[in-house]
């Protein structure tokens, strides 16, 4: 028997068997039409990303998921990949560049693409890597990346044929315009915040009158593209000036004074100034109203030359401080209100984002939305939580043309050619013939409209295609409903004509310890690597897992592996308690079904019952309650009592007695570390390698899951362990409460009915009881303390086991200590002062406090009234 380390060492263990799992191919999946396919699809993490706890929830579900189909017989699939993030990588890229001095521009786009594909190499597997660390069991021998070969061509494919169907069109739209990134973003891109700013009061003289109109703006520079002022058709206070010009100051520009209904006559002055090229409500007034549109920006955000000399290649917001000086000048600033704005943010550039007029490719919605709606709501893609349906159904029914290009070089290209003489339009998969004679768009995808193909083309044969897909369950954050869940339904029914996978399960959000999201600018983001490095993946697993209910927010902080680890511990001392036995007791599995008594059925029962209830809860997608079973069942039932109940027949003097005991009990750990495995691979995997000798390329990730045998479950079994629990648990409290010294014997008295003599036997031994007497009308003994439990009264006589008039002295004290402090926590909870102005955490703590000592001086009065 090879010798089994007093304590359990991860580092020693994690990379030894991951390595062995990978060299024997466990994860590789190939098409078998004799077994079930369960496919997952990895959310491709960005090149640019960096393992967080965010991964590390979303691949142990995955993991979890993967590993139990697996070991159930299914030919489990886990492709793994890795997307190219456009906007992402290219601005590490660029700045990269920068700092050596290098202009991309000035470079020219092939050699910024050579440097983008050398980065991606150096880089881009960084969070595949970590990922390894976990012990994901993915075959990566299918890792696919958005720019591959294979999918580039899909990509690209599929914009030919919606383009060929009249989905895709090109168009002069209002579009999100980020100014870092100089590229259109979608509204999904933008993060909206709420911004301390001022509400300015601008005062335009109507046209040939000393009158003014007053306009009030919260973005003052986009005054220069000014080109009407809109008020509402049934405010009185503006008829007059319906249909007359005033003069645009600074500009010097006549514009129309108009009506109309989207005007709110309560906001601001009731009068509108109207930017048709730089606001989007602005922009449909513009289009109903003729109105001209003057775009006043460069792409990065600075003025142009639309405006007066003066105000000319100025950074947006020194062009708004400007503006207000030279109206202040003018008197023509009525006043100035603090406003609070919810401002849109670039959520890649991390800047305001400039509603820009733009020319832009689009795809049609419409038509894609419906089909995926449907199937949402007939139940085909299921969403668990199902709360996430009606956001869904509230999205999908407001959709909006997609704005899917970006003005961007890394990425996949438009495959759209303009002739350089006529302008013609060509698109197709290949370059025109006469390439030279055209020019191809400058612009690439959203990395959206690559990764929305994901759950099919990581597939590449038709074989795979059609024997993989539809998968099986998607994992993944509810902050990407739309951007990709959405669309991958989308895709998959227009393309594939089905949906692209059943179940789709929403991850937890992460957050730290009080509540907040976690992030690197906070510092409050551990480096699960490091996590990893102290704790064990097992344990880091295995904590995540049994903190995250489905739908609810993880209150995650490092020290909480403490509880993993914990678990790893308990689950490795009672794998060594057997191996070490196992050196002196035969295991002999033909004695597995002799000598069996009431602790062995209740096991059986119970794993049974666990079993029963585990697939039952990964069935729901209830993980987090599925990792609640197996620890109580584990940590409860199989070490702390079944153990601790077998260890007497361990020592028995019959060696058939021992050995089937002792290989029973190693039968059921083998069971115990299969239902484990998918939570905690490589504890699991190391103890059930040292359960007996296996045969090379053996492992437990490809061993039979355990199937529950209705049979064995007994209730009234359970019911009757359950009871000899219940008395052992409430004698040990006593033992605790009376200072009894574990040495001593008791007298047990019991008012219950008959018990069995093997209860009896149990009893005695675990509660280390001489005596035990029993009887329905049994009455209670002088000096002795009691305990109810259902079904029986607990007496224990103290005489002999402490020193009685001690123990009183010491519960007297004890009594009027508690008393005393009661006395001031009432007096402080009941002062209004207190109460009111204290901190409401605070004020909880005293009424706990006061509700503890209550309990408690409850509980001691009564020791002290038996004593007597």
């Known amino acids: 028997m090879t010798e089994i380390p007093k304590a359990y060492n991860p580092s020693s263990v994690e990379d030894k068997w991951y390595s062995y799992w990978l060299d024997k191919n466990i994860f590789h999946s190939e098409v078998d039409k004799e077994k079930e396919p369960y496919t997952i699809v990895i959310p491709p993490p960005n090149i640019t990303g960096m393992l967080t706890m965010g991964h590390i929830l979303n691949n142990t579900l995955q993991d979890i998921m993967i590993r139990t189909k697996r070991m159930q017989g299914y030919n489990a699939c886990w492709v793994p990949g890795t997307d190219h993030a456009s906007i992402a990588t290219e601005t590490k890229v660029t700045n990269f560049l920068a700092e050596q001095g290098i202009d991309k521009h000035q470079i020219g786009r092939e050699e910024f693409l050579k440097h983008c594909i050398t980065w991606k190499e150096k880089y881009g597997g960084i969070i595949i890597q970590q990922l390894k660390k976990l012990g994901v069991s993915c075959d990566w021998e299918r890792e696919r990346f958005t720019l591959d070969e294979h999918y580039y061509h899909k990509v690209v494919e599929t914009f030919v044929q919606l383009f060929n169907e009249g989905k895709i069109y090109r168009g002069y739209r209002m579009v999100n315009w980020d100014p870092a990134s100089k590229s259109a973003i979608s509204d999904e891109e933008v993060i909206f915040r709420k911004v301390e700013g001022s509400l300015w009061y601008f005062k335009y003289p109507v046209e040939g009158t000393d009158k003014f109109i007053t306009v009030a703006t919260t973005r003052p520079e986009t005054m220069l593209g000014d080109t009407g002022i809109a008020v509402n058709p049934s405010d009185e206070r503006y008829q007059e000036f319906i249909g007359k010009n005033v003069i645009l100051p600074l500009v010097g520009r006549k514009i129309p004074v108009f009506a109309d209904e989207y005007v709110d006559p309560a906001f601001g002055t009731g009068a509108v100034k109207v930017t048709p090229a730089h606001d989007v409500n602005d922009y449909a007034m513009g289009h109903r109203h003729n109105l001209e549109l003057i775009n006043i920006f460069h792409p990065n955000a600075v003025t142009n030359d639309n405006v007066p000399e003066e105000f000319r290649n100025l950074e947006r917001y020194t062009a708004r401080k400007l503006v207000v000086?030279?109206?202040?000048?003018?008197?023509?600033?009525?006043?100035?209100?603090?406003?609070?704005?919810?401002?849109?943010?670039?959520?890649?550039?991390?800047?305001?984002?400039?509603?820009?007029?733009?020319?832009?490719?689009?795809?049609?919605?419409?038509?894609?939305?419906?089909?995926?709606?449907?199937?949402?709501?007939?139940?085909?893609?299921?969403?668990?939580?199902?709360?996430?349906?009606?956001?869904?159904?509230?999205?999908?029914?407001?959709?909006?043309?997609?704005?899917?290009?970006?003005?961007?070089?890394?990425?996949?290209?438009?495959?759209?050619?303009?002739?350089?003489?006529?302008?013609?339009?060509?698109?197709?998969?290949?370059?025109?013939?006469?390439?030279?004679?055209?020019?191809?768009?400058?612009?690439?995808?959203?990395?959206?409209?690559?990764?929305?193909?994901?759950?099919?083309?990581?597939?590449?044969?038709?074989?795979?295609?059609?024997?993989?897909?539809?998968?099986?369950?998607?994992?993944?954050?509810?902050?990407?409903?739309?951007?990709?869940?959405?669309?991958?339904?989308?895709?998959?029914?227009?393309l594939m004509k089905d949906v692209p996978f059943r179940d789709v399960y929403f991850t937890s959000i992460i957050r730290d310890s009080q509540g907040r999201k976690m992030s690197k600018s906070l510092g409050n983001s551990p480096d699960p690597l490091e996590v990893i490095s102290e704790y064990g993946a097992d344990a880091l697993r295995f904590t995540v897992i049994y903190l995250a209910p489905l739908g609810q927010d993880v209150l995650f902080s490092t020290d909480k592996c403490e509880f993993g680890r914990n678990f790893s511990n308990k689950i490795w001392n009672a794998g060594r308690f057997l191996l070490m036995n196992a050196e002196s007791i035969p295991v002999d599995k033909n004695l597995a079904d002799s000598n069996i008594d009431l602790v062995d059925k209740w096991i059986s029962s119970r794993f049974n019952s666990t079993l029963k209830e585990l697939n039952k809860a990964m069935d729901k997608f209830e993980i987090n309650n599925?990792?609640?079973?197996?620890?109580?069942?584990?940590?409860?039932?199989?070490?702390?009592?079944?153990?601790?109940?077998?260890?007497?027949?361990?020592?028995?003097?019959?060696?058939?007695?021992?050995?089937?005991?002792?290989?029973?009990?190693?039968?059921?750990?083998?069971?115990?570390?299969?239902?484990?495995?998918?939570?905690?691979?490589?504890?699991?995997?190391?103890?059930?390698?040292?359960?007996?000798?296996?045969?090379?390329?053996?492992?437990?990730?490809?061993?039979?899951?355990?199937?529950?045998?209705?049979?064995?479950?007994?209730?009234?079994?359970?019911?009757?362990?359950?009871?000899?629990?219940?008395?052992?648990?409430?004698?040990?409290?006593?033992?605790?409460?009376?200072?009894?010294?574990?040495?001593?014997?008791?007298?047990?008295?019991?008012?219950?009915?008959?018990l069995s003599s093997e209860l009896v036997d149990f009893i005695k031994k675990l509660a280390r009881a001489e005596e035990i007497h029993f009887a329905e009308d049994l009455i209670k003994p002088e000096k002795s303390v009691s305990s109810i439990i259902k079904g029986c009264e607990i007496f224990i006589p103290l005489e002999g086991l402490i020193d009685i008039e001690t123990e009183k002295n010491r519960l007297l004290k004890e009594i009027q200590r508690i008393e005393g402090g009661l006395i001031g926590v009432t007096k402080k909870l009941g002062n209004e002062n207190f109460v009111k102005n204290a901190p409401p955490d605070v004020v909880e703590k005293e009424k706990q406090k006061q509700a503890d000592w209550e309990a408690n001086l409850s509980k001691l009065k009564e020791i002290f009234e038996n004593l007597k």
């Open 325 to 494: 000086k030279k109206m202040e000048e003018l008197g023509l600033v009525e006043k100035i209100d603090k406003y609070e704005n919810n401002v849109g943010y670039s959520e890649r550039g991390g800047v305001p984002i400039e509603p820009y007029l733009s020319e832009q490719w689009f795809m049609k919605m419409d038509e894609l939305a419906k089909p995926a709606l449907e199937v949402v709501r007939e139940n085909k893609v299921k969403f668990h939580p199902d709360h996430w349906t009606k956001t869904y159904e509230h999205w999908m029914t407001n959709i909006t043309d997609w704005c899917i290009s970006r003005q961007l070089w890394w990425g996949h290209r438009i495959p759209v050619w303009y002739h350089k003489d006529t302008n013609e339009i060509y698109c197709n998969v290949n370059p025109p013939a006469d390439v030279q004679n055209w020019r191809q768009d400058e612009d690439v995808l959203d990395t959206w409209a690559s990764s929305w193909l994901w759950a099919h083309d990581v597939f590449k044969t038709d074989e795979e295609r059609n024997y993989y897909y539809p998968t099986s369950t998607l994992v993944t954050g509810p902050d990407i409903i739309f951007f990709w869940v959405a669309r991958m339904i989308m895709a998959g029914m227009h």
């Open 626 to 754: 599925a990792s609640k079973l197996i620890y109580s069942f584990i940590w409860n039932d199989f070490c702390d009592w079944y153990i601790e109940l077998s260890k007497n027949k361990f020592y028995s003097d019959n060696e058939d007695i021992k050995s089937a005991a002792l290989t029973r009990a190693m039968m059921m750990f083998e069971n115990l570390l299969k239902i484990v495995h998918p939570f905690m691979p490589f504890i699991s995997e190391e103890l059930w390698q040292l359960l007996e000798k296996r045969n090379d390329g053996e492992t437990i990730s490809t061993s039979n899951y355990p199937l529950v045998d209705d049979k064995l479950i007994d209730e009234n079994t359970e019911a009757e362990m359950t009871f000899l629990q219940d008395i052992i648990t409430a004698v040990r409290a006593i033992r605790g409460e009376m200072n009894i010294p574990p040495s001593k014997h008791l007298k047990l008295y019991l008012k219950t009915s008959l």
